[in-house]
């Protein structure tokens, strides 16, 4: 089983960056496809991007797209989200989730798919 902390968080003003970081935990990583998500007050949770166990393939919502950007450190056992050019929108729980799977699996966009969650780091941005 693989356990994954959040941590990054933080209040920032719009147009500003900040980097998220995902920590996992319990067992290799390497084999993990990584999703990030998030959930704003009275909304459901909302895919942002994900990325394939490798890190090779990376996918974004059409909301961060050209602002965000995920990358995998298997070594580190680390997933990053670079976020930039920050929106008041941009403000929620921003959630990593892992599955393990195979090499020629990419990942889901879907929040069902992923079998383990951190518990979420806090963005709020400012306007």
């Known amino acids: 089983q693989v356990q994954l902390v959040e941590s990054g968080g933080a209040l920032v003003q719009a147009g500003d960056s900040l980097r998220l970081s995902c920590a996992a935990s319990?067992?290799?990583?390497?084999?993990?496809?990584v999703g990030w998500f998030r959930q704003a007050p009275g909304q459901e949770r909302k895919f942002v991007s994900a990325i394939s166990r490798g890190g090779g393939n990376t996918y974004y919502s059409d909301a961060v797209k050209g602002r965000f950007t995920i990358t995998k450190d298997n070594a580190k056992k680390t997933v990053y989200l670079q976020m930039s050019s920050l929106k008041p929108e941009d403000t929620a729980v921003y959630y990593c989730?892992?599955?393990?799977?195979?090499?020629?699996?990419?990942?889901?966009?879907?929040?069902?798919?992923?079998?383990?969650w951190g518990q979420g780091t806090q963005v709020t941005v400012s306007a």
């Open positions: 989730a892992s599955r393990r799977t195979i090499l020629t699996v990419s990942p889901s966009l879907e929040a069902d798919w992923y079998s383990n």
């Open positions: 319990g067992r290799p990583f390497s084999d993990h496809a």
